[in-house]
């Protein structure tokens, strides 16, 4: 069945690191990827989008190509802030009206 | 533009209970989905509807239902709640599939 999987956490890092989280899915047809990020104590909000093969989506200093070859959707950012602190979930959606999630990755920057 | 509302923030019930859950999306969003978040399960699906109609529903019990009323509004009821059922429920309102789901800022439930 359709799946996303993300790389196990914690990840921590100091300000200025390399970010990159990775993200492989399984789906039937071709879906629209995502990646939305969790603050504590709220909901979820979408970071970034990709919705066919090579496209890359980008948002705050982040990026994800859509790699239809590797099935994979992996998160960067070339220098980490500690406001970047936050759970980052990887998503597709391939009926289009549901979305499924991976595990998230808590991210953690210290200064 | 406001954003998706969640009312109430936070709920606590006892087992056997029911309750109600309120989503108003944004403006112009015809679509509401429901999704609920443990640290166990992760986020699930629950339900989505467009105009009023149940269009793809997850796999949870039939104690889990939900509505859309014409203004796009949506509830979700739990009854009958287990503690189990101690969750974030999220509800994400869309405009078109394609450009992604607005998310609200939950509602925490917990059972005792």
């Known amino acids: 069945g359709d799946s996303v999987t993300q790389m196990e956490g914690p990840v921590t890092l100091s300000e200025e690191a390399c970010l990159t989280i990775n993200c492989t899915y399984t789906a039937t047809g071709y879906p629209s990827l995502f990646w939305y990020v969790q603050y504590p104590g709220e909901g979820l909000q979408l970071l970034l989008k990709a919705t066919k093969a090579d496209d890359k989506g980008s948002n705050k200093g982040f990026e994800a190509t859509y790699r239809k070859e590797t099935t994979s959707f992996h998160l960067e950012k070339g220098s980490v802030q500690v406001s970047d602190s936050a759970v980052y979930f990887c998503a597709h959606s391939t009926s289009g009206s549901r979305l499924t999630f991976g595990e998230g990755t808590q991210l953690t920057v210290n200064p | 533009k406001a954003g998706v509302t969640q009312t109430p923030r936070y709920l606590i019930k006892t087992r056997g209970q029911q309750v109600t859950l309120s989503c108003s999306p944004i403006s112009g969003h015809r679509s509401v989905s429901w999704y609920q978040q443990t640290p166990g399960q992760g986020l699930q699906f629950l339900f989505e509807y467009f105009s009023e109609t149940q269009r793809n529903k997850g796999n949870f019990p039939g104690r889990f239902s939900g509505r859309q009323f014409s203004n796009s509004r949506s509830e979700m009821n739990v009854s009958t709640l287990e503690l189990g059922d101690s969750a974030l429920y999220l509800c994400?309102?869309?405009?078109?599939?394609?450009?992604?789901?607005?998310f609200g800022s939950g509602t925490r439930l917990t059972v005792v």
């Open positions: 994400a309102s869309s405009r078109d599939r394609v450009y992604g789901y607005t």
